[in-house]
Structure formats: C-alpha cells, structure tokens
C-alpha cells in the first residue's frame, strides 16, 4: 500500500530555516490529503499543517501560522514543509501522514484521521 518517507531533518540554530520533504509512493498522491505533524519527547503526538489533496486549502497549527509554509507537488507525489523562524519548542520528530479525501475538502490536524504514516525525520532546534 501507501508509503511515506520524509527528509530533510537535522540541527538547526534558532531563528534558522529547514525544509522538509514527504515523498509517497505506491499510489497517486491526487486523491490524498497529507498532513505534517510532530511529536516531542514526553509530550502527545500534535498536527502542525495539512493540505488538502489539490493544494487549494491548507491548514496550521496556531504555534506554527506565519513561519511554517506546507505545498505540494502531486507530479512529483512530494509534500513540502517549510519551516522558517525556528524556535527551540520545534524541536521533534517530524511526521507525514495522508489520509484518503473523497473530495477536495478541507483537511484536519487530528493525527487519527490519518491512516498511512511515515516513520519520521528529527528536527532539532539548539543554539
């Protein structure tokens, strides 16, 4: 079925700049929407952004509105977060998920909507 792999994790500075990559593979990315979510040590598992399965409506977390920008490329069945503006609380390991959309509706940042998900990339925010 569905795979997700994701890049583009390491250690950044604060106020630094990372852009993180999801690649899916073993179905069309067109009917899916994708979100990014991340979870810190000791801490629950919370959404961070979504896209809806043709881009034209997004979603984030209020801690992450102005400084993250997701996008994707469904010829390249990629979902991109850029990070900007990076601050120490980032600091976590970096999920995608996607979740099949019957239509092109808005999507949600709750992480049990999502039913394929993959195995993470470690964001580190440290001075």
């Known amino acids: 079925q569905l795979q997700l792999v994701e890049s583009g994790g390491g250690l950044v500075q604060p106020g630094g700049s990372l852009r993180l990559s999801c690649v899916v593979s073993?179905?069309?990315?067109?009917?899916?929407?994708i979100g990014w979510f991340r979870q810190a040590p000791g801490k629950e598992r919370e959404g961070v952004s979504c896209?809806?399965?043709?881009?034209?409506?997004?979603n984030y977390a209020d801690s992450v509105k102005g400084r993250f920008t997701i996008s994707r490329d469904n010829a390249e069945n990629t979902v991109y977060l850029q990070m900007n503006s990076l601050k120490p609380e980032d600091t976590a390991v970096y999920y995608c998920?996607?979740?099949?959309?019957?239509?092109?509706?808005?999507?949600?940042?709750?992480?049990?909507?999502?039913?394929?998900w993959g195995q993470g990339t470690q964001v580190t925010v440290s001075s």
């Open positions: 998920a996607a979740v099949k959309s019957f239509d092109d509706s808005p999507c949600f940042l709750e992480p049990p909507d999502y039913n394929y």
């Open positions: 073993g179905f069309t990315l067109d009917y899916y929407a």
């Open positions: 896209i809806s399965r043709s881009g034209f409506s997004t």
